[in-house]
């Protein structure tokens, strides 16, 4: 059997999951995203500073709201993965890239997907 993660493989068809095992984790990723509002928190708390000057925090807060994603994606792992097929990956934060990877591997497999699992 060929790792579903291999970035040769082909991407799945999210129209019909028989075949691919990436298919339904990919459904299932996309639930997750539709949700993540609800379980989403960001302590950054931001005071005395006009809402004019804010547009100087562009790049902090950006990275803050990213790192939190990834954290609250990997909190609800349930949703996404509830049956724990996937349990050696994870979604990781990488600057500028999201990358999957198989955590057991020595380093990552770059595919064209657009979420991190690790």
Same mark, same amino acid.
């Given at each position: 059997m060929t790792d579903p993660l291999d970035q040769g493989a082909p991407l799945p068809d999210l129209e019909s999951?028989?075949?691919?095992?990436?298919?339904?984790?990919?459904?299932?990723?996309?639930?997750?995203?539709?949700?993540?509002p609800g379980f989403f928190e960001f302590g950054t708390r931001i005071e005395g500073i006009d809402a004019t000057d804010l547009f100087s925090l562009n790049s902090v807060l /950006?990275?803050?709201? =990213?790192? *939190?994603?990834?954290?609250?994606?990997?909190?609800?792992?349930?949703?996404?993965? %509830?049956?724990?097929?996937?349990? /050696?990956?994870?979604? =990781?934060? *990488?600057?500028?890239?999201?990358?999957?990877s198989d955590?057991?591997?020595?380093? %990552?497999?770059?595919?064209t997907s657009r979420w991190a699992l690790n």
């Open positions: 999951p028989e075949g691919d095992p990436r298919t339904e984790l990919a459904q299932r990723v996309g639930g997750a995203l539709l949700v993540l /950006g990275t803050s709201i =990213e790192v *939190q994603v990834v954290h609250t994606l990997n909190r609800m792992r349930s949703i996404w993965d %509830p049956d724990e097929e996937w349990v /050696g990956y994870r979604f =990781e934060r *990488q600057s500028q890239t999201f990358q999957m955590s057991f591997d020595e380093g %990552p497999v770059s595919t």
